[in-house]
Nanobody, 117 residues
Framework: QVQLVESGGGLVQPGGSLRLSCAASGIAFSRYFMAWYRQAPGKHRELVAA?????????NYDDSVKGRFTISRDNAKNTVYLPMNSLKPEDAAVYYC?????????WGKGTQVTVSS
């Protein structure tokens, strides 16, 4: 059974930091392209950051988070991370982890990030 479990969300003040984690099980994690998405109320789910499955681990970011968020993965721990710094109110959303490989993909259930003073 495939599971992606996100954690690390919470309430933070503007300018603050959080570190999201996504622990995967039931998949050959190192072979999967991993990504973080977010969805705010009334908006479409959008790609935040992604990292490839190869040794290089190439990354890609939405322009709105470049320089503030950093995606990384630890294949030994089957976990992908998203440290988020300088958080803004517009970063508030449910953050989802996605694992994909060719035609297969899996989603986590999400973790809530709230940015408010």
């Amino acid at each position: 059974q495939v599971q992606l479990v996100e954690s690390g969300g919470g309430l933070v003040q503007p300018g603050g930091s959080l570190r999201l984690s996504c622990a995967a099980s039931g998949i050959a994690f190192s072979r999967y392209f991993m990504a973080w998405y977010r969805q705010a109320p009334g908006k479409h789910r959008e790609l935040v950051a992604a990292i490839t499955s190869n040794v290089i681990g190439s990354t890609n970011y939405d322009d709105s988070v470049k320089g503030r968020f950093t995606i990384s993965r630890d294949n030994a721990k089957n976990t992908v991370y998203l440290p988020m710094n300088s958080l803004k109110p517009e970063d508030a959303a449910v953050y989802y982890c996605k694992a994909s490989s060719r035609q297969l993909y899996y989603w986590g259930k999400g973790t809530q990030v709230t940015v408010s003073s």
